[in-house]
């Protein structure tokens, strides 16, 4: 049995779900306020990060350099990331998956979001994962969110 659904494995539809899917995740009333109020973010270079960073995890493209829990631990420090935000972007994020792209690589996506999500939330909800957070906005550590705003 085939499917009409292309799978993930080139850029160009790698890009296509990853616009799809953030167009979903900033119109959610949950989720948007995180990105566009509290990070602040600027919503290209976000698109642009995320995109590397799942080229690099499906395709082992060298392009991503970042630390993406240091950005997260920032962000838990700002507003605290409660299971609810963890299984809507997980939610959203397979729902549009599973709407658009089939095959191989999109079910590794779909195991990575999982594992990444679970590891992610369960990290930022231990007492080490809460107090580096807070460091981060205390500016004991190195804040991502800061750095980036600087430079917009």
Do not use: C
């Not at 609810?84 to 994020?93: C, D, S, T």
């Not at 999500?117 to 231990?126: I, K, N």
Request: proline content about 4%.
């Amino acid at each position: 049995m085939s499917s009409d659904k292309p799978d993930l494995d080139d850029e160009g539809q790698l890009d296509a779900f990853i616009d799809a899917f953030y167009e979903r995740v900033f119109a959610d009333p949950l989720l948007a306020p995180l990105f566009l109020e509290v990070a602040a973010i600027d919503v290209e270079q976000h698109l642009g990060v995320i995109k590397s960073y799942w080229r690099k995890m499906l395709f082992r493209e060298l392009g991503y350099r970042r630390n993406m829990m240091a950005h997260h631990e920032a962000l838990h420090g700002l507003h605290y990331l409660g299971s609810a935000h963890f299984e809507r972007w997980l939610h959203l994020y397979r729902t549009t998956l599973a709407a658009g792209w089939q095959g191989p690589v999109a079910e590794r996506a779909d195991y990575l979001a999982v594992k990444i999500a679970g590891y992610m939330r369960e990290w930022l909800h231990t007492d080490d994962g809460l107090r580096r957070s807070r460091r981060r906005i205390a500016g004991d550590l190195p804040n991502p969110l800061d750095e980036e705003a600087a430079n917009h």
